[in-house]
T-cell receptor, first 114, second 111 residues
Framework: ETGVTQTPRHLVMGMTNKKSLKCEQH?????MYWYKQSAKKPLELMFV???????ENNSVPSRFSPECPNSSHLFLHLHTLQPEDSALYLC?????????????FGPGTRLTVT | KQEVTQIPAALSVPEGENLVLNCSFT??????LQWFRQDPGKGLTSLLL?????REQTSGRLNASLDKSSGRSTLYIAASQPGDSATYLC??????????FGSGTRLLVRP
């Protein structure tokens, strides 16, 4: 596979569930990102990882917990979510984080919290 | 705080028309500006990236311009086709290397 892949593509979970989103990039990039896209709002950056180290947490609630075991894989662990957390969660990667580089996006996970 | 605005929010045109999508940003201290395409329920596809030192980039029927001093970019689509129907997103990479996105322009090209 090439590019950025995300699984699952769709997820429905209750507010008391625990689930994880997975992202994998096959581009040899060093930086990975989680974004949230809610209806009628611009994409919001959630987390940035560079060489497996978290470099940005954009004031995200602790019910979202990222994990980056290596430069190719990124997870978003979810627990006790709220209905307003329903959104499209997009993963992206780039060669580095220091500007001048394109970000490549995965297809997203459509999350519905019931 | 960097803010990105896209006008119009939605656009419907007949096939074959040339069209322009607009993007404005409030802080001219950017590293680059990217235009993306997003199909319904899908991820983003990068169309064009303009470095802050550049004025424009072209790819096929697409041409993007950047006027950093005035905080504006335009995406020009020539000879539009129904397959161009999608949401077009503009994003700037700000001084802290973060991508700040606009809300997008939903384009419908009617056959």
């Amino acid at each position: 596979e090439t590019g950025v892949t995300q699984t699952p593509r769709h997820l429905v979970m209750g507010m008391t569930n625990k689930k994880s989103l997975k992202c994998e990039q096959h581009l040899g990039h060093n930086a990975m990102y989680w974004y949230k896209q809610s209806a009628k709002k611009p994409l919001e950056l959630m987390f940035v990882y560079n060489f497996k180290e978290q470099t940005e947490n954009n004031s995200v609630p602790s019910r979202f917990s990222p994990e980056c075991p290596n430069s190719s894989h990124l997870f978003l662990h979810l627990h006790t979510l709220q209905p307003e957390d329903s959104a499209l969660y997009l993963c992206a990667s780039s060669p580095g984080t220091s500007g001048a580089g394109e970000q490549y996006f995965g297809p997203g996970t459509r999350l519905t919290v019931t | 705080k960097q803010e990105v605005t896209q006008i119009p929010a939605a656009l419907s045109v007949p096939e074959g028309e040339n069209l322009v999508l607009n993007c404005s940003f409030t802080d001219s201290a950017i590293y680059n500006l990217q235009w993306f395409r997003q199909d319904p329920g899908k991820g983003l596809t990068s169309l064009l990236l303009i470095q802050s030192s550049q004025r424009e980039q072209t790819s096929g029927r697409l041409n993007a311009s950047l006027d950093k001093s005035s905080g504006r970019s335009t995406l020009y689509i020539a000879a539009s086709q129904p397959g161009d129907s999608a949401t077009y997103l503009c994003a700037v990479e700000d001084s802290s290397y973060k991508l700040i996105f606009g809300s997008g322009t939903r384009l419908l090209v009617r056959p």
